[in-house]
């Protein structure tokens, strides 16, 4: 699985949108990116995933850039209770292939 | 729609004491996974399921066994409690519909301390 890098921490005000961005510059063709967080002491969350098109769900967005190289996790309106860890995960789907390889993340901030 | 639920939520366990951490979804998942989180670091797969009857190891599987006799029920065992193993430990599972990039969903875990 390609190797990602994130920034270690990040703030953001609340209500606005906070912007949580991945490196993953030896991405595959089949190579998903997933999003993940952790709020303190829960277990992961799934937030959101893709190929390569932009995706939106209740929760978030996913911007992959063309070449694929790297994405950003978008929370339109940050509230405190987004304040967690937040893991980008690059996984080739394929039988045989279960492991989800968490990093260290990015633990975001929302400050009041 | 209770999720993925792990029991129990706690332990202390002393060196060489056995137990069995229980994990069970209410959701018809095929695919079943166990994970331990050590402080401040991500999550490694130790063991997981593809369905009732098959198991396979992941990243890091010694000192632990599996089992997958139901597909609501997959309960990790510890044989001989080692200091080494204390951890966060995270029970996840998936559906497997139309292809492999169903996401995991994940239980609250058991934090197991051995001393």
């Known amino acids: 699985d390609a190797k990602t890098t994130q920034p270690t921490s990040m703030d953001c005000a609340e209500g606005r949108a906070a912007n949580l961005p991945c490196n993953h510059s030896t991405i595959s063709g089949n190579e998903y990116v997933y999003w993940y967080r952790q709020i303190h002491s829960q277990g992961p969350q799934y937030i959101i995933h893709?190929?390569?098109n932009n995706e939106t769900n209740e929760m978030a967005s996913l911007i992959i850039t063309e070449d694929r190289k790297s994405s950003t996790l978008i929370l339109p309106h940050a509230t405190l209770r987004d304040t967690a860890v937040y893991y980008c995960i690059v996984r080739e789907v394929g039988f045989g292939n279960e492991k989800l390889t968490f990093g260290t993340g990015t633990r975001l901030t929302i400050i009041p | 729609n209770a999720g993925v639920t792990q029991t129990p939520k706690f332990r202390i366990l002393k060196i060489g004491q056995s137990m069995t951490l229980q994990c069970t979804q209410d959701?018809?998942?095929?695919?079943m996974y166990w994970y331990r989180q050590d402080p401040g670091m991500g999550l490694k797969l130790i063991y997981y399921?593809?369905?009732?009857?098959?198991?396979d190891k992941g990243e890091v599987p010694n000192g632990y066994n599996v089992s997958r006799s139901t597909t609501e029920d997959f309960p990790l065992r510890l044989e001989l409690a080692a200091p080494s193993q204390t951890s966060v430990y995270f029970c996840?599972?998936?559906?497997?519909?139309?292809?492999?990039?169903?996401?995991?969903?994940f239980g609250d875990g058991t934090r197991l301390s051995i001393l």
């Open positions: 996840a599972s998936r559906f497997l519909k139309g292809g492999v990039n169903q996401p995991q969903h």
């Open positions: 959701m018809n998942h095929n695919y």
């Open positions: 893709g190929l390569k």
């Open positions: 399921s593809v369905g009732a009857g098959i198991t």
